[in-house]
């Protein structure tokens, strides 16, 4: 079992810059490739990236690369969200998520963080 709590979500104008943090319990967090999505508003929860539990491979969605990044520090049980050059469309509610490899999927969530980017 992992628990989730993400932190360090706000209000930015465009152009700015944010770091999500996902703080993870449990001794296995090295173990799970972790993810981050996000829900804006009357859309579909989406991913956005992933990264693996060696922190050596990650994964972006098209309209976050060059702008995102994503990093974990296991000693830490933490994973990051870096956004910088924020646009309004970035706008959503941003969840961590930790991909459970015994089912392959992500199993276990955060309870969210609001990114507000204003025009």
């Known amino acids: 079992q992992v628990q989730l709590v993400e932190s360090g979500g706000g209000l930015v104008q465009a152009g700015g810059s944010l770091r999500l943090s996902c703080a993870a319990s449990g001794r296995t967090f090295s173990s799970y490739d972790m993810g981050w999505f996000r829900q804006a508003p009357g859309k579909e929860r989406e991913f956005v990236t992933a990264?693996?539990?060696?922190?050596?491979?990650?994964y972006y969605v098209d309209s976050v690369k060059g702008r995102f990044t994503i990093s974990r520090d296991n000693a830490k049980n933490t994973v990051y969200l870096q956004m910088n050059s924020l646009k309004p469309e970035d706008t959503a509610v941003y969840y961590c998520?930790?991909?459970?490899?015994?089912?392959?999927?992500?199993?276990?969530w955060g309870q969210g963080t609001q990114v507000t980017v204003s025009s």
């Open positions: 998520a930790a991909h459970d490899p015994r089912s392959d999927r992500y199993d276990y």
């Open positions: 990264i693996s539990w060696s922190g050596g491979r990650t």
